[in-house]
Every structure is written in C-alpha cells, then in structure tokens.
C-alpha cells in the first residue's frame, strides 16, 4: 500500500463547476496535510494545508481532512482554464520530519 | 529576487559519467531537499539537511552523493549515471525540518537529467 493515494486522473471538469481532489494516506500520526499545485514543466508550489479536522476555506479553496477515515480533499470552487495542473497531496511523516507526496491527480478544466 | 535556484535547468549526458547539479537559496532558510520526480510525477525525497547536517537519506544509492557547503547551498553530485537516473531532480527549502503545518517547502525550478 502506498502511503500516500490519488487517483492519478485525468479529471475533467466544466469551467465554473466544482472540482474535488481526493487523497488517502496510511500514517495513522500523521499530523499535517499540504495540497501542492505544478504546471506542466513547472515546480510545485503549496496552494494549501490543513492540520485540524473539519474544513479550512481560502478563496476558492477548500480543504477538507478525515483523521478517522485517513482522508484529506481539496474543492475548487468557479473552476478555471488557469486551475488546469497536476495537484499533489503531501502528508507529513509521524517523525515529522519530512512530508510524503502522492503521485498526483491531473486536472482539466474545460471551457 | 528571494527564491530557490537550481543550475543547470538540462543536464543531458551519457550512461557512466559523473555530473553534479547546484541548488542555492536566498529564503535564509535552515532545511533544504532534493527530491526526484520521474516519469510519472511521482515525487520523491531523496535527502534533507538541516543546517549543513544531513537528517534524511531514503535509501538513496551511494552513487548520490550531497554536500552542504552552508545552510544556503545543497549540491547533488551523481557518480556512473544510470538510466534509471533519467528525472527531474527538485531542490526545495523550508524553514524547519518538513512536516509541520505551517512549514511550506520553497522548490526551485527543476533539473532535468537526461541519462543516453
């Protein structure tokens, strides 16, 4: 089992609807979440964390983490051409001293 | 600008040579990685330093050797490259070692290794 789960895409979404991102980690103490966005040839870069069950909105981003059910999602609300890239979910390491990432879920927004 | 550089940007070589990739950052920063993304996007640690110290090695072969000449700079030197070294090699920097909330990861732009 991989420690840290996406579906790999890619996801298809009509421009102005909702895209939902879903990552499943293994790490029972893991405490820390980060959703990273990368453009193609491009570095990633963090759109988000969480680390309190429950949701945590900014902007049109909404994370939202299940520590019971080992889950951790990101919504894109009014989705965007410019939303268009690969979303990588990271979990820290129970050490806490690093952060695992999942092979990310490729999205499309379509006009 | 304050960031995290990489150089070079194409590294393409052949099978058996040594090559060594460059990562500096201006973020003042105490930890800083590599990690390798292959094919699949797939993204991988390889190595954390935490003020010049080494804190993670995953199991990474001995070919891979960093060095931390300060908490600035973290150099990737690669002995005998193998195609399965074929990647692109991310150096990222955070403030404290990775994990806790609030300790975003700044990745500089990336070194695409190309193994013949």
């Known amino acids: 089992q991989k420690e840290v789960e996406q579906n790999s895409g890619p996801l298809s979404v009509p421009e102005g609807a909702i895209a939902s991102l879903n990552c499943t980690y293994s790490d029972r103490g893991s405490q820390s979440f980060f959703w990273y966005r990368q453009y193609s040839g491009k570095s990633p870069e963090l759109i988000m964390f969480?680390?309190?069950?429950g949701d945590k909105e900014d902007g049109r981003f909404t994370a939202q983490l299940n520590k019971a059910s080992q889950y951790v999602s990101l919504l894109i609300r009014d989705s965007q051409p410019s939303d268009s890239a690969t979303y990588l979910c990271?979990?820290?390491?129970?050490?806490?001293?690093?952060?695992?990432f999942g092979s990310g879920t490729r999205l499309s927004i379509r006009p | 600008d304050t960031a995290v550089s990489q150089t070079p940007k194409y590294l393409v070589t052949q099978m058996g040579n040594d090559k060594s990739i460059k990562c500096e950052q201006n973020?003042?920063?105490?930890?800083m990685y590599w990690y390798k993304q292959d094919s699949k996007k797939f993204l991988k640690i390889m190595f954390s330093?935490?003020?010049?110290?080494?804190?993670i090695n995953e199991t990474v072969p001995n070919r891979f050797s960093p060095k931390s000449p300060d908490k600035a700079h973290l150099n990737l030197h690669i002995n005998s490259l193998e195609l399965g070294d074929s990647a692109v090699y991310f150096c990222?920097?955070?403030?404290?070692?990775?994990?806790?909330?609030?300790?975003?990861?700044?990745f500089g732009p990336g070194t695409r290794l190309t193994v013949l």
């Open positions: 990222a920097s955070s403030q404290d070692p990775g994990g806790r909330a609030w300790d975003e990861q700044f």
């Open positions: 969480i680390y309190s069950n």
């Open positions: 973020l003042g920063h105490d930890t």
């Open positions: 990271a979990v820290s390491h129970s050490s806490a001293s690093k952060i695992i």
């Open positions: 330093y935490n003020n010049k110290e080494l804190i």
